[in-house]
């Protein structure tokens, strides 16, 4: 099997395998399935101060795998015999590293810090996705299960 076959097809089995994998949820108002139907834990406090923050999502390999599928197929077409199978390698090695930055950059969410007094003077602070807005003052809920805890009105 050529160089250019076995690189196909070990990045294509990583993508498909990767692409099922799932970030973790850092919204404020949408539930993974596992999360449904457990009982919460609420907690009562008041918003001291927000701060916007940028959550990036967890690095996978998937942007690099993407890049060096493509950067491979592109390299192949260059030259014959093991000139070809030279550019397969080395544009399966540019596009992982163009396809990893790609996927970094593009991993960035809107978040907010907010930090939150609760009933019992101890302040907490938490980040979460900015899809829901809070104000200085203003009375919370947070809602806990499992380690994960959400800021709602």
Do not use: W
């Not at 070809?84 to 978040?111: H, N, P, T």
């Not at 003077?121 to 979460?128: D, S």
């Not at 807005?133 to 994960?148: A, D, Q």
């Amino acid at each position: 099997m050529s160089i250019k076959r076995v690189l196909l097809c070990t990045a294509l089995a990583g993508i498909g395998f990767l692409g099922a994998c799932a970030s973790p949820n850092t919204s404020g108002v949408v539930y993974n399935a596992s999360e449904a139907k457990r009982e919460q834990i609420v907690r009562m406090g008041v918003v001291e101060s927000i701060r916007e923050v940028s959550i990036q999502r967890e690095a996978s390999p998937v942007g690099a795998l993407a890049g060096g599928v493509v950067g491979g197929i592109a390299g192949s077409s260059v030259g014959k015999g093991k000139g070809s199978d030279i550019a397969a390698v080395l544009g399966a090695v540019a596009g992982g590293l163009a396809g990893s930055a790609l996927e970094g950059s593009a991993g960035l969410k809107k978040g907010y810090e907010i930090t939150v007094r609760l009933e019992s003077g101890e302040l907490r602070a938490f980040v979460q996705e900015a899809d829901e807005v809070f104000k200085p003052g203003e009375r919370v809920r947070l809602v806990s299960t499992g380690g994960v805890v959400r800021v709602t009105h």
